[in-house]
């Protein structure tokens, strides 16, 4: 079992965004299911508790239109662009919004913002990382937190992936791990 420390510990949540679910222009298989263990997640004592979002302008250089391998996604205001519904989103402190540029692309939360300083300012030291997707920026922002300096946990249960082809997340998992990332299930997380 692992204690939440309040302050030194982080949950963060990566793009649980109506895209990224069941009926989004992106949909992540199941990428719903990781809604109410994040819920869960929610009810232990966390101070910092931040979302990432995928935040494109309508021409984003990630789009097909404009050479991208993804079709329009996660476009600044618009409803695919909000956090699921059912995200007990009165928890989160601090969103962060990435790739807000037409041409910057950024799986990771930590790409071209400043979380890493502002967890770091916070005295945070351990980072569980949650949400959508597993093999994309989840991956990204879990490997991007090591490197910054964070002990870094992804939440199993709590992320899933795109699995564009077999093997994908697998291979994500692996590429975590060889980072230095750990894994732990939901349920060993307790207050
Ligand atoms: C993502 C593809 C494109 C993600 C974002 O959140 O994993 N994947 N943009
Ligand atoms: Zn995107």
Known sequence: MTTVHPDNDALIVVDVQNDFCPGGALAVPDGGAVVPVIDLL?????????????????????????????????????????????????????????????????????????????????????????GLATDYCVKATAIDAKNDGFEVYVVVDAVRGVEASPGDVERALEEMSSAGVAFIASSSLHA
């Open 42 to 130: 929610l009810e232990l004592p966390w101070k910092t508790v931040v979302a990432t979002r995928d935040w494109h302008p309508a021409n984003h250089v990630s789009f097909k239109e404009q050479g991208g391998p993804w079709p329009p996604h996660c476009v600044q205001t618009t409803r695919g662009a909000d956090l699921h519904p059912g995200l007990r989103s009165e928890q989160i402190t601090h969103i962060v919004s990435k790739a807000a540029t037409a041409n910057a692309e950024a799986y990771s939360g930590f790409e071209g913002t400043s979380l890493s300083k502002y967890l770091h300012t916070l005295g945070v030291r351990r980072v569980f990382v949650t």
